[in-house]
């Protein structure tokens, strides 16, 4: 623990959260300071541009893009010494793929700025892959810009009231203690709720301290926020209309039971997106509930197993604000579904059907495939008193499910009921057990995980 840790350990809450506060005005400055407001201007210039500027725009800055990292990064200069550089997006097959494995095992050469002076942060281990990127301080003021911009259309902006629950480690013993799963930024208003404390036994502190501090705006990863929804739901509660006005999710995928359970107790709107700490480019969802690709600020494919274009399959980005560590035709771990729908919202951005979620995030059936996440979030449907459940397989023809109930409700009609949703999407073949436990804790990250899959290296 460092004396930094110790000293914030011993100081009264009131001080504590002034600490939080303070530091989170320096790093405001940073974030919002330089070239932010360009970058915001250039972003809200981009919304009402057509299809065809877009892809102007994305053209342009490709070829820069690509110049700059064969002269900026020793690795991109090698890997693409003996290569004719694409001159257009539709042209991009002709550079290699870049597996996290490769990007992993060549990251020291992939930067393009040393250590001292760059914004440097970690990727979440949650898969047993972390690795630490750099970004430039251009590129944090420019993704800040992309994000804020997003967020803008619902009213957003820093300093309106938000609950924000992130991987964020802030609480002593004493928190806990006194049931106080909450730290509060008071120069910003926003009060961050711990996502390492999700229990049953807290949550009640937990709704009872979010109603009463009515937030505006809700951040960060849905599983925590929809435990804390489920549970209002379940103790007949929810916000008033008009109170919160948007509800963001981060760094997990949000199913469409989540979604559901979110928008009943809150009284409002989900509006996801996706990126990526390593700096994958964005995709958000507009006022019609539609995902738009963000295509001026990078290039986006879906390839098959053979790599090849497809209508689903693994996400591979390019991305321009990466410029400390750069991303070209990055295999970032995620599967998408693309669509051939138009939308009216006023964003010509194009749209894509769903996000599939992570592609190590799957239950494997030898008698059906894979299973996504999304498909596992209807296992519950017509189950009560379910709080949430994790599947863990260690072998190829069996699974486990750690199961959290609300004994009240919960019965053994409502377990056949799972199991058999279950059986519908791994068949008959497989051995499925069910396991009651107090609770399912997060990872270090402090996200809760759906899945976990130890057998991937026997699946081709």
Same mark, same amino acid.
């Given at each position: 623990?460092?004396?930094q840790q110790k000293v914030y350990n011993r100081l009264p809450n009131f001080l504590q959260n002034l600490v939080i506060s303070i530091f989170n005005k ?62 257009? @997006? ?12 490769e990007f992993r095992s060549n990251v020291n050469e992939i930067y393009t700025v040393p250590a001292k002076g760059a914004f440097s942060g970690k990727t ?90 009515? @937030?505006?705006?809700? $951040?960060?990863?849905?599983?925590? #926020? ?105 295999? #970032? ?18 749209? #894509? ?7 190590d995030d799957y239950v494997y059936s030898p008698e059906n495939g894979k299973i996504n996440t999304s498909n596992m979030s209807n296992t519950t449907k ?52 069910? *396991? ?5 804790? $997060? ?12 057998? *991937?290296?026997?699946?081709?």
């Amino acid at each position: 623990m460092s004396v930094q840790q110790k000293v914030y350990n011993r100081l009264p809450n009131f001080l504590q959260n002034l600490v939080i506060s303070i530091f989170n005005k320096r790093s405001y400055k940073k974030r919002y300071g330089g070239k932010y407001s360009y970058y915001k201007a250039l972003q809200e210039s981009y919304q009402d541009l057509s299809y065809a500027e877009l892809k102007a725009i994305q053209q342009k800055r490709l070829v820069d893009f690509l110049q700059y990292a064969v002269n900026n990064s020793p690795f991109y200069k090698k890997k693409f010494e003996h290569l004719t550089l694409p001159e257009s @997006p539709d042209q991009i097959s002709r550079l290699p793929l870049i597996s996290k494995e490769e990007f992993r095992s060549n990251v020291n050469e992939i930067y393009t700025v040393p250590a001292k002076g760059a914004f440097s942060g970690k990727t979440g281990g949650t898969t047993g892959f972390s690795l630490e990127v750099r970004h430039t301080l251009d590129n944090i003021q420019e993704r800040f810009a992309i994000l804020d911009t997003f967020r803008a259309k619902t009213g957003y902006v820093l300093g309106k009231r938000t609950a924000w629950f992130s991987g964020k480690s802030l609480l002593t013993k004493t928190d806990i203690a006194k049931n106080r799963f909450w730290k509060t930024d008071i120069l910003h208003h926003v009060r961050y709720y711990s996502t390492f404390h999700i229990k049953t036994e807290y949550l009640t502190h937990y709704v009872n301290n979010i109603l009463k501090y009515q @937030p505006e705006y809700i $951040v960060g990863f849905p599983t925590s #926020i929809t435990e804390v929804a489920r549970h209002g739901l379940r103790n007949n509660l929810s916000f008033p209309k008009g109170v919160v006005k948007a509800i963001f999710p981060t760094s997990e995928t949000t199913t469409p039971e989540m979604r559901e359970v979110l928008e009943r107790f809150y009284n409002t709107k989900v509006y996801d997106q996706y990126a990526s700490s390593e700096g994958a480019p964005f995709i958000f969802e507009c006022s019609k509930g539609k995902l738009h690709l963000d295509i001026a600020n990078g290039v986006y494919e879906v390839l098959d197993k053979n790599d090849q274009e497809a209508e689903s399959g693994r996400l591979v980005v390019t991305a321009f604000p990466t410029h400390g560590t750069p991303l070209i035709r990055y295999d #970032i771990g995620d599967t998408v579904e693309k669509g051939n729908e138009t939308c009216d919202c006023g964003n010509h951005n194009p749209v #894509i059907k769903t996000i599939l979620g992570r592609i190590d995030d799957y239950v494997y059936s030898p008698e059906n495939g894979k299973i996504n996440t999304s498909n596992m979030s209807n296992t519950t449907k017509g189950v009560h008193g379910m709080i949430k459940y994790q599947a863990i397989q260690k072998e190829l023809n069996k699974i486990t499910l750690l199961i959290v109930t609300d004994k009240k409700l919960f019965t053994q009609k409502d377990l056949d009921t799972f199991i058999e949703n279950w059986r519908d999407r791994v068949g008959q073949k497989m051995e499925i057990e069910t *396991k009651t436990v107090d609770d399912i804790p $997060v990872e270090k990250s402090g996200k809760y995980r759906m899945v976990k899959n130890d057998i *991937k290296h026997l699946i081709d």
